[in-house]
């Protein structure tokens, strides 16, 4: 039992060296001028290790973004009875920012100095988006087709890359209000 646990940690310390390996070379180098073998040799793991947790080089770059988008619709799809979307993601932006973490800085600046990556996280992000504006169509009424929940849904998207990729003091009460104001104009249900 002892010895799963200490697999475990053994697998999360390699696996987090590979991802801080790449990302820094993906800031300094670029994400297409890097290679497997030279992300292996930062690790100091072999390429076929970096594989066999990372499947592509592309997967290696976007996991932490998959990992934040993870953990968005978890907070999202899981809330408490009761508890609002804007409630939810509210709890979720304020608990994302105060655990932020050095990764998570070099992932955003990989994001930004490589517009192939930046393409890949935006095409993502529509996939939020779209499951956003289900959700919020499912809590106010109406379809996800309707102008309401996607135009909710894309401003929500907007705050969070803002709060997230910016963080400043009160920028999630600001960014709140905003969206609780907005979302507040929108009719329940879809105009005939």
Known sequence: MMSDGLRERSKARRREAILRAAY?????????????????????V????????????????M?????????LSTAVH??????????????????ENTQRSDLDELADRVLELNPQL?????????EVIQYGARIIAEERGGSPDDFGPRMASAAAAAVISEVCYRPQEGSIDTAMAFLRAGVAT???????
């Open 46 to 61: 072999s390429p076929r290790t970096v594989t066999l947790y990372f499947p592509s080089k592309l997967e290696l770059a």
């Open 78 to 95: 899981e809330r408490q009875p009761g508890l609002t979307i804007l409630d939810a993601l509210e709890r979720w932006l304020r608990e």
């Open 118 to 126: 930046r393409a890949a996280a935006e095409a993502r992000m529509a």
């Open 63 to 71: 996991s932490e973004f998959d990992s934040f988008t993870v953990r």
């Open 24 to 44: 820094e070379l993906f800031a300094d180098r670029g994400f297409e001028a890097t290679t497997i073998a030279d992300i292996a040799a930062a690790a100091e």
């Open 186 to 192: 929108l009719p329940s249900e879809p105009a005939s």
